[in-house]
C-alpha cells in the first residue's frame, strides 16, 4: 500500500510541474491534459475522420500498451531477484526478429509466440549463465548483446529481409500478426490486440509465482541478500539463471507483441526505446506485476495523446516526453527513499 500511495504522489507531483511548465509557455494545462485523453481515446474528440471513434482511438491505446506490460513484468521480475536487466531491448529485437523469420515458413500466431519466448528466454538465459559461472555483471552483458544483436540483425534484414520500398523489414504474414489490423466492427476499423489478454492473465500468474510459490521465495530471497540466501540452502547460481531465464522470455513475448502485434516489421538499426522505458515503468509500478498494468496504461496514455495534444493545441510533442520523465523520475526517487526508510 505504501509503495502505491507513493507511486501516486510522484504521479500527482510530475503532473502539477508539468502543468506549470504549460502554464509558463501561455498554455492552458487544463485543455493540454484534455487533449491528451482525447488522443488516448479516453475522452471524446469534437469530430472524427471516416470509420474512426472513440472506440478505435481506445483500442489502438490496448494494442500499444501491451508490449509494455510484458516488457516492464520482464523488468520488475528481475528486480526482484537483485537484476538490472537493461538488455530488454535486445531481447525483444531478438524474440521479434525470430518470430519473424518462423513466421515466414508456418504462418501460425501461435507458432510466433512459442518462437518468440524461447529466442527471449535463451538471451536471458545467456545472461544469467555469465553471471553465476563468471560473476559478469548483468548490466554490461546486457548492454553488450543489445548492440550485437541489432548489428547482427540489422546485416540481416538489409541483406536478405528488407522492404525496398518501406525500408524495414518484410512485414509479418497477417496470419501470423497478434494485432487484428483494420477489424470492420459496427461501421469502424478497429485494431484489435489479441495478446492483450494474455498479458493480463502473465501479470496475475507472475504476481502469484512471486508470492505463493517455492521458486518464487528463492528467487525474492536472493535478491534481498545473496549471501543470507546461500547460507540458508539456496543455489543463488540457479536461481540467478531461473530469473534471468524467466525474464528474458517475458521480453520475448513483449518483442513478439511488438514486432508481430503492434508493428508488423522491424526497423533496422534501432532496437526498440520501449525496453528502456519498461525499467521506468516497472518502478512506477512498484516492481509489482498488477502495478505494471497500472503503470503501462498511464505511461501509454500520455505517449498516444501526445500526438493529438500536439496538433490541437499547438504544443510541442516534448513536453508530453517530459511529463513522462518527471513522473518516472519521481517515481524512482520515491523508491529510493523507501528502500532507504525499511
Known amino acids: 500500500m505504501r509503495k502505491f500511495t507513493l507511486s501516486c504522489l510522484a504521479i500527482a507531483v510530475s503532473l502539477i510541474f508539468g502543468a506549470l511548465i504549460l502554464w509558463l509557455m501561455g498554455k492552458n494545462p487544463g485543455d493540454a491534459y484534455m487533449s491528451i485523453l482525447q488522443g488516448a481515446g479516453l475522452m471524446e474528440k469534437a469530430r472524427y475522420s471516416g470509420r474512426q471513434s472513440m472506440f478505435t482511438d481506445f483500442m489502438s491505446l490496448v494494442d500499444a500498451m501491451t508490449p509494455m506490460i510484458f516488457a516492464s513484468l520482464a523488468v520488475a521480475l528481475a528486480l526482484k531477484g537483485g537484476f538490472f536487466n537493461i538488455g530488454v531491448s535486445g531481447q525483444m529485437l531478438f524474440a521479434g526478429f525470430c518470430a519473424h523469420m518462423a513466421a515466414q515458413f508456418l504462418p501460425s500466431r501461435i507458432v510466433v509466440v512459442i518462437v518468440g519466448f524461447v529466442a527471449g528466454a535463451v538471451v536471458g538465459a545467456l545472461i544469467g549463465w555469465l553471471k553465476s559461472r563468471f560473476n559478469v555483471n548483468e548490466v554490461v552483458s546486457s548492454i553488450m548483446l543489445n548492440s550485437i544483436l541489432m548489428y547482427v540483425i540489422t546485416f540481416y534484414i538489409y541483406t536478405f529481409y ?110 526498440p526505446s520501449m525496453g528502456f522505458d519498461a525499467i521506468a515503468v516497472s518502478l512506477l509500478g512498484g516492481n509489482n506485476p498488477l502495478g505494471c498494468i497500472l503503470a503501462s496504461f498511464l505511461i501509454t496514455v500520455i505517449s498516444k495523446g501526445s500526438v493529438y495534444m500536439s496538433s490541437r493545441q499547438n504544443i510541442e510533442l516534448e513536453i508530453a516526453s517530459l511529463i513522462t520523465a518527471l513522473i518516472l523520475t519521481f517515481a524512482a526517487c520515491s523508491a529510493v527513499l523507501d528502500r532507504r526508510r525499511k
Open 162 to 271: 528488407i522492404n525496398p520500398v518501406s525500408r524495414n523489414s518484410v512485414s509479418v504474414p497477417a496470419a501470423a500478426r497478434l494485432t487484428l489490423s483494420g477489424f470492420r466492427w459496427e461501421g469502424m476499423k478497429v485494431d484489435i490486440a489479441l495478446a492483450f489478454p494474455a498479458a493480463v492473465i502473465t501479470a496475475v500468474l507472475l504476481h502469484w509465482f512471486i508470492n505463493k510459490t517455492t521458486y518464487g521465495y528463492e528467487i525474492k530471497a536472493v535478491g534481498l541478500s545473496p549471501r543470507a540466501a546461500h547460507y540458508a540452502g539456496m543455489n543463488v547460481g540457479r536461481t540467478a539463471v531461473i530469473t534471468m531465464t524467466l525474464s528474458g522470455a517475458l521480453a520475448g513475448l513483449a518483442g513478439v507483441a511488438y514486432y508481430c502485434g503492434y508493428l508488423a516489421a522491424i526497423q533496422p538499426g534501432v532496437t
